[in-house]
């Protein structure tokens, strides 16, 4: 190989290094030491301000119970619309279209798109109603009931956010060849024992990927919960945010930010240390 | 030469950027978090700014934003707001680092006749005046015509009590089946005034002083049974003129600006009242914004325009009539006022000149802390009304870390609290 192109490389990287140093790590470091900082020195304060407060453990418990309900459930019902999707022969392109939609609304418009089937005055009531099922509005998303609440704020991250997961695993459910599967047909193996044994562990890769960011994605959840809940289920990022803009104390928020950042990493080298692919099992 | 049209061009470009930034100099930008809605901006830009001489640009944005600009415009050492104007709270987190004092503006403005304690609320603790009074508004209730039946007998609605109210909502629970009262408890409710306002100085006569007295007790005791009758909603409610107009609530209290709405869009079917009287009279709270200059402003003499614009007896009565903010200056309300406005300007009356009524100031020397006093009251009406915990053992531990604030900031009691030696203290 020429020496003389070795630096195009680096040249093709450098804008986007360059931009991460500037956007995200100049940032990331200055969060991290102003969550460890009150006033000149270094201080754990800020972070037994985090703890001690009334909402903590609340919004922990709820961001966690929230992951934990939402990414299986999305994952479940993404590998049943992939494998649906694949299986058309005709119409492909728009039932893919049609079930990626929510990818294009933003999450606050999606949360105020739920908001207003949900609320007293909203769809879901007049419909109750209609059909003489209530007597009068329902509250769903009150803090007198918090399991509607959490109840409608999974439907409302369901039906946001299952696509993306969705376009992941299409993408790599077109990557496994044919073969295997032909093969094992004529072996009779039976459609479900050729998911199990030859799709599910093949399409590993992309499941991970799709995993990492459904996770760390659902650590941040945070439009969709305010817009339909307000405070009435405090999750971390809400909280994050009520103490840098309510609050106006910017190191208890930065230490919530950098806790959702610590628990976003472990999740995302669980996932690589489990969900782990020898090259030898690609196909 | 061997390229003139180039050279020509650049020429041409220079003088017009060179044009631009003198134009630049003369504009006074005039940010501001108040009257934000784009009705109530447009108003300012065509109404209230007119006959101003120069270009001034009105630009509005969210407090917490304008926290962070005013605070990163002084870090960058380059500011672009001539002046600003902002609530009393929202001004006082700026004092020394990012507002310069204008003591020569209130010389200048002297025959506006600003009452003293207005004046005095704008020196934000310090010995120097650091923001212009602009523009006040308060607290009012606003009922729907149809709760009115449910008055209890001998209620007068501009006169009446926590009891009576408790009562009120009461009647409603029990002959329309819905709790119909309503609060501003959602996120950016304005929930925590209630408290500093209304609540603790009608139960207790002192905000601060008397957190966790006998008295303090007995109001949270009163508030849980309100609550009780209150819509459950109220934790999502911002605005209360949105549930009025919806009819899902049929009584709330609320700042004028947030049910104004309801009113001018519904004059006949609301009454606008003063909020209840507890056992030490009947607490309100003011609201003041201001107009200052910040530290470095590209334009002063154009903000200092603005400022007694802004401040004539003229453009404060078009305020009201447009925008519904009432006068600081001397000056009497035109009786052509839009019916919305008549019910809020008829109950800013009746609270002014109540018999009992009660002053309560807005916390002064607080300074950046201003949003973790009003986290101690919120986070006292969580634990005591929305968790059921026990009100002896809450007011212990919230009274502890509103101590520790007071001690922190060393603030002296205001208003209604009986003025203090250094800090003030909880008893």
């Not at chain 1, 289920?233 to 009520?242: D, H, N, R, S």
Request: hydrophobic share 50%; glycine share 8%; with cysteine.
């Amino acid at each position: 190989m020429p020496a003389r192109t070795s630096w195009i490389p680096y040249a093709l990287i450098a804008p986007s290094v360059i931009f991460l140093g500037a956007l995200f790590l100049v940032p990331l470091v200055q969060t991290i030491w102003l969550s460890f900082s009150v006033g000149d020195g270094f201080s754990m304060e800020n972070y037994q301000r985090m703890a001690g407060d009334l909402n903590f453990s609340l919004a922990v418990r709820n961001t966690f119970l929230l992951t934990l309900v939402v990414v299986p459930l999305q994952v479940v019902l993404a590998l049943a619309m992939a494998t649906m999707v694949t299986k058309l022969d005709k119409g492909r392109d728009l039932v893919l279209w049609v079930l990626t939609i929510p990818l294009g609304i933003s999450d606050l418009a999606a949360g105020l798109a739920w908001l207003a089937l949900l609320q007293n005055t909203g769809y879901l009531n007049s419909a109750l109603y209609a059909l003489g099922l209530i007597q009068g509005p329902m509250g769903w998303l009150s803090q007198e009931t918090p399991w509607a609440l959490f109840f409608a704020i999974v439907l409302a991250e369901l039906w946001r956010a299952t696509a993306i997961v969705l376009v992941i695993l299409i993408a790599g459910l077109q990557l496994i060849p044919k073969e295997f599967s032909e093969a094992a047909e004529i072996f009779g193996a039976k459609p479900w024992t050729r998911f199990t044994k030859i799709t599910l562990p093949l399409l590993k890769p992309s499941l991970q990927s799709a995993l990492i960011l459904r996770t760390v994605l659902a650590f941040e959840v945070f439009a969709v919960v305010y817009a339909l809940g307000g405070r009435n289920f405090p999750v971390l990022a809400g909280e994050a945010y009520v103490w840098q803009n309510d609050n106006q104390n910017y190191g208890a928020a930065a230490a919530y930010a950098v806790l959702i950042m610590a628990i976003s990493l472990a999740a995302t080298a669980v996932y690589l240390r489990i969900l782990r692919t020898r090259p030898e099992q690609l196909p | 030469m061997t390229h003139p049209v180039p050279l020509r061009a650049i020429a041409a470009t220079a003088a017009l950027f060179g044009g631009l930034s003198v134009a630049q100099a003369q504009e006074t930008i005039f940010y501001s978090t108040q009257l934000r809605p784009i009705e109530e901006a447009t108003k300012v830009r065509e109404v209230l700014l007119k006959g101003l001489p120069g270009k001034t640009t009105y630009v509005v944005d969210e407090p917490p934003a304008f926290a962070v600009r005013m605070k990163a415009e002084t870090q960058a050492g380059k500011r672009t707001a001539s002046v600003v104007g902002a609530l009393h709270g929202e001004l006082q987190p700026h004092v020394s680092a990012d507002l310069q004092p204008v003591d020569d503006v209130a010389a200048k403005l002297k025959d506006r006749v600003i009452p003293a304690n207005l004046m005095e609320l704008g020196k934000l603790g310090t010995n120097q005046q650091q923001y212009i009074p602009w523009m006040q508004a308060t607290y009012v209730m606003v009922a729907n015509k149809q709760a009115l039946q449910y008055l209890p007998a001998g209620a007068d609605v501009n006169s009446l009590t926590y009891a009576q109210l408790q009562q009120w909502g009461k009647n409603i629970v029990d002959k329309t089946g819905q709790r119909r009262l309503g609060f501003p408890a959602g996120p950016t409710g304005l929930l925590p005034r209630f408290f500093q306002g209304y609540f603790y100085p009608s139960f207790t006569g002192g905000v601060v002083t008397t957190f966790k007295s006998a008295d303090a007790e007995a109001g949270w005791n009163t508030l849980k049974e309100l609550w009780a009758v209150s819509n459950p909603n109220s934790t999502n409610y911002n605005f209360m003129q949105e549930p009025l107009l919806a009819g899902e609530v049929w009584i709330a209290w609320d700042h004028i600006a947030r049910v104004k709405e309801a009113l001018t869009l519904q004059p006949d079917q609301f009454v606008a009242f003063p909020a209840p009287a507890g056992p030490k009279g009947r607490g309100y709270m003011p609201v003041i914004a201001g107009l200052a200059i910040p530290k470095d402003a590209p334009n002063r003499t154009g903000g200092v325009a603005v400022i007694e614009h802004m401040t004539k007896p003229e453009t404060q009565l078009a305020t009201a009539a447009e925008v519904g903010f009432f006068p600081v200056v001397k000056a009497d309300l035109p009786p052509n006022l839009a019916p919305g406005i008549k019910l809020l300007a008829g109950a800013v009356a009746a609270t002014q000149n109540a018999r009992d009524a009660l002053v309560s100031l807005l916390p002064v020397g607080l300074g950046a802390k201003g949003g973790e006093f009003n986290k101690v009251y919120t986070d006292t009406f969580q634990r005591i009304v929305l968790r059921n915990e026990p009100v002896r053992d809450v007011l212990e531990a919230q009274a502890k870390v509103l101590d520790a604030l007071m001690k922190d900031t060393g603030a002296p009691c205001w208003a209604p609290d009986k003025p203090s030696q250094g800090a003030c203290a909880v008893q």
